[in-house]
């Protein structure tokens, strides 16, 4: 299939956690040529609006930050150590290649650990602690590394974005950028189809949400909407070793899944199902008898409270370095937010 070229982009930006520019970029580029208004903030947010003037007002969220490391100490051979951003997996850390975000260019390198043959057969039952792993970039001293790189520079698995079957790709950080997409393409759709929107619509890249929904935290709170809905990534739980008795069953390629639950309010909720079903868009159905832990966990509770839902994308193999998605479950998901938000009307509400 045709790839969007926005999405593939956004999947190869990188953009760890509290360092999200080349995502930022993307954006940028993609949104602000045609967003009614257009801005930025302290937080890296970045917001793109249509129809300003319109009622209600409804806030798409997907998230443009990923998992990374950070640079913590460099030892005096010129191996560099870190620590994480956002939560891994540290069992598949070692033996990666990675790329380090410098204020001089990325710096390329592969982490580090004792190689299989000279652990014992104790050592070889254990995961590695993060100072038991190190980052190598082929110098010999301490002062060679310090020419190239610095404490604080962060870094991502130097993995891209590729179509292995059909609609099915594999990327580093699928999650979230294919809620981002999701969210942000709806904004460049509706943008070119005004005449059937009522709404105010603001579609906003968040940042930090893998170290605690930090960005959306201000996003809800500088635009109060009347709505808002959530867009990650979701466990598709079709693959071995996933038991639905305990995570439920999701399939890849089954269509976005809708949340149920106390973080979801009833009438966002019901709205999306029916548009669904009217829209013979495929859906899936997940219930969540908490907090999510996703952005949509502090939309909802934000200023006065805002009636909130949330979509997730199906994806296999969450936060390694090759997250798998069908894409069509990508564009299923931009269509109901774009129908989402061409169905309210002023005075919609989710007082329940």
Known sequence: MSVPNFLKDLLDARSPTGCEYEAQAVVDQYLEPVADTYRKDIMGNRFA???????????????????????TYIDDKGFLYFDTLGGHDKSIISGRRVAILTANGVVKGVTGKRAIHLMTPEDRKKVPETHQIWIDIGV???????????????AVYDQSFELINGTVGVARAFDDKAGAYAVLEAARRLAKDKANLEAKVVS?????????????????FSENPDFAIAVDVGHATDSPDCDPRKYGKFVQGGGPILCKGPNINPIVFNKLKALAEVKKIPYQIEADPRPTGTDARVLQVAQSGIATGLLSIPLRYMHTPSEMVDLQDIEHTVQLLVAFAQSLKAGDNGIW
Do not use: C, M, W, Y
């Not at 798409?60 to 990374?68: P, R, T, V």
């Not at 010999?140 to 962060?154: H, M, N, Q, R, T």
């Open 140 to 154: 010999k001293s301490k002062k060679e590394a310090e020419a190239k790189v610095a404490i604080g520079d962060p």
């Open 204 to 220: 906003v890249a968040t940042t930090q949400e893998e170290i605690g929904t930090r960005g959306a935290i201000t996003a809800a």
């Open 49 to 71: 609006t249509i129809n300003p003037e319109g009622s209600p007002s409804v806030l798409f969220a997907g998230h443009i930050d990923e998992l990374g490391l950070i640079l």
